[in-house]
């Protein structure tokens, strides 16, 4: 049982004194407490209690007491001649004063100047941050200066880009107009050039009457004349094609000998019989086999070999042909000649450039040769230099690769198309263009699909015999023939009918391209997510078209698996339910062939199944069987699967044309089919 704290010990632990006092502040009345801690006794007065200094607050307290009630009012009063800190609260009382003190402790009043100093921190802080405030404030006024400033200046920059991307234009549009205008004047300057040429060789015929010796003079400088002029035009046309990109290349397969056979062949004729200059071919060491457009390979030689011709009065002319480093191809022009001196090293490869010597003004030249058969060679991929000393003569080097670029290439792409890619679906793509068949193979294989090139109908035509693929693009202006016959051919054959056709050429033939059953049409050039967009929509297929047939009967799997040989679509078997359950579940196919009739479990068992697991729930699946289905059963098949196949109707066409309907649901339906 606890014993009762005595009376006089809270007496003791008590910090609150009570008085009452008269409005004039003479103490009436005083607890045991207030006269124990301030001798506050009957009769004294309460000012004469207060610390020195703070009498008039504690005339204050009794004023404002005497007429309404007082809170929290302090004051200093001695206690022991020590100055202490009282809290008072006040009242009206019988015309006088009722109050009631608390000894406010020292932590407290430490406290409280505690929270003074922390006060006049804030303060300070506040001003800081005042003052902070209007440093931001002038930095945000300098950077929304400068901000207009960059605005002044970003539409300057605009003004000036727009006024460049306008000469750009204009640039453009005279560049491709000067190069139908040269297409256009060569092209007409030629017919009457083979007149002039044609009538100057049957004035000099002498089966066609003798000339004077006059006559034979002048009739030879309009031959000459006319044969410069001649070469001249041919040399702006081949320039025109080249800087308009519709110089064409024809690759061939031949052997550096006899190419140096038959150029030597060639140009045996340009030198005279008592010419004090020899021209000599050196054979080459090595078996030298180059894939490239051998016509623009002659055509540079050619500039390289008459030109050194004529600027060698006498010593030799040497052709020469090597392997180079990285699988190319080095062929050499060496002479004896005037040389070039180091400062027209770069000038002489310019257009109509030519340096000033004795012997020029003798030979005549349109300046264009070596300007075009740099461009020839840096179209070949190659490169044309060349290394001379005035009065030691010159050596033209004209590098290029072994095989071109572009034949590499596409032998690379046409090498892939080999090898089907069970992830990938095959578009049959027919091109002639090379450039546009690596733009469709960079295209289409990171989307997907898997690239068949082929230039021709008949590569078309053996490919398909092979595969068959999930759509064909189709060029129908070809090198040599058109594919018009081959996309009615495709379109009227049963088995390829259903293949989706886009046409793309340069040709607006639309509507015969339609009417011969064309799914698209479009003009060349096409832009990739355009292309990628309308073949992903006609061919509707995934990238990984995986199937699971399940049926226990040997004979039956091995049908299947023939009817799928060279389509698009990797099979998997099973022969029992449960297999083929657990092979769906880790595989996720996607589509399933599943037999009726199953020797540990029926079709509707595996159907609960697959139905009853997340992961295969989606899975489209064709039912097939040879067992004659109930009605109840039909009717219940028809609702958990795709289709019902009869197995003695089943075939290639049927097989094929069933997957792809029920793959096209499941994506039509908002499914997507799955990824390997």
Not at 568 to 573: I, T
Request: with cysteine.
């Amino acid at each position: 049982m606890t014993t009762p704290v005595p009376t006089p010990l809270w007496q003791a632990l008590s910090r609150e004194v009570a008085l009452a006092c008269a409005a004039s502040g003479e103490i009436l009345w005083a607890d045991e407490r207030a006269v124990r801690l301030l001798e506050a006794k009957p009769g004294h007065s309460l000012r004469a209690l207060a610390a020195q200094g703070t009498e008039d607050k504690v005339e204050r307290l009794i004023t404002l007491a005497r007429d309404e009630r007082v809170e929290g009012w302090e004051v200093v009063l001695c206690v022991a001649d020590k100055p202490c800190t009282f809290a008072f609260r006040g009242a009206p009382h019988d015309g006088g004063v009722a109050l009631v003190g608390s000894l406010v402790p020292e932590d407290y009043a430490a406290s409280l100047s505690q929270v003074s100093e922390t006060l006049s921190e804030l303060a300070a802080l506040h001003r800081e941050t005042e003052r902070q405030q209007r440093e931001l404030k002038r930095r945000a006024d300098e950077l929304l200066r400068l901000n207009r400033e960059l605005e002044e200046s970003n539409r300057g920059v605009r003004t000036l880009h727009a006024e460049l991307d306008e000469k750009t234009e204009s640039l453009v549009r005279a560049a491709e107009i000067k190069s139908r205008v040269v297409a256009n004047v060569s092209h007409e300057f030629r017919t009457p050039l083979h007149s002039i040429l044609g009538l100057a060789r049957l004035l000099l015929n002498p089966a066609n009457g003798t000339l004077s010796g006059e006559q034979h003079k002048q009739v030879q400088f309009i031959r000459g004349s006319a044969e410069a002029l001649f070469e001249l035009v041919s040399d702006l046309l081949d320039l025109s094609k080249l800087e308009s990109g519709k110089s064409t290349l024809r690759p061939t397969r031949f052997n550096a000998r006899d190419f140096q056979g038959a150029l030597r062949g060639m140009m045996r004729p340009l030198i005279p019989a008592d010419s004090p200059v020899d021209l000599r071919f050196t054979e080459p060491l090595d078996e030298l086999l180059l894939e490239t457009d051998e016509a623009k390979v002659s055509q540079v030689l050619r500039n390289l070999v008459s030109n050194a011709l004529k600027f060698t009065e006498k010593g030799h002319v040497t052709v020469s042909v090597r392997a180079g480093p990285d699988d190319t191809v080095c062929f050499q022009v060496s002479d004896s000649g005037i040389g070039i001196a180091p400062e027209h090293h770069q000038h002489i490869f310019e257009e109509f450039a030519q340096v000033d010597s004795p012997l020029q003004k003798k030979v005549r030249g349109t300046g264009l040769g070596l300007s075009l058969s740099r461009r020839i060679a840096e179209f070949l991929g190659g490169d044309l230099s060349v290394r001379s000393t005035p009065g030691q003569g010159s050596t033209f080097t004209f590098t290029l690769p072994r095989v071109h670029p572009e034949v590499a290439e596409f032998a690379g792409i046409t090498e892939r198309s080999q090898h089907l890619d069970p992830t990938l679906a095959p578009v049959l793509v027919l091109e002639d263009d090379r450039q546009t068949l690596f733009l469709y193979e960079k295209y289409l294989s990171r989307s997907g699909f898997q690239v068949l090139p082929v230039r021709t109908v008949d590569d078309a035509r053996r490919t398909l015999q092979r595969v068959r693929p999930a759509a064909v693009v189709l060029d129908v202006m070809l090198e040599g023939e058109t594919s018009w016959s081959f996309l009615s051919e495709l379109k009227t054959n049963e088995a390829t009918r259903d293949i989706p056709i886009l046409v793309v050429t340069l040709m607006d033939r639309e509507q015969k391209a339609r009417a011969l059953g064309a799914d698209e049409f479009w003009l060349k050039p096409v832009a990739e997510e355009q292309l990628l967009r309308k073949l992903t929509a006609m061919a509707r297929a995934s990238p990984v078209r995986k199937l699971l047939i399940i049926d226990d009967d040997d004979v039956h799997r091995y049908l299947f698996r023939q009817m799928l040989n060279n389509s698009p679509y990797v099979l998997e078997e099973a022969a029992t339910g449960p297999v083929g359950i657990r092979m769906a579940r880790e595989g996720s196919p996607d589509l399933i062939f599943l037999d009726f009739v199953l020797p540990d479990m029926t079709a509707f068992d595996v159907l609960d199944e697959l139905k009853a697991d997340p992961r295969t729930r989606d899975i489209p699946i064709i039912l097939h069987t040879a067992h004659q289905l109930k009605e109840e059963e039909r009717q219940r098949l028809a609702k958990e699967t795709s289709t019902i196949l009869a197995k003695h109707t089943l075939s290639r066409e049927v097989a094929i044309a069933r997957i792809r309907d029920a793959l096209n649901k499941s994506i039509g339906s908002g499914g997507e089919v799955r990824r390997g």
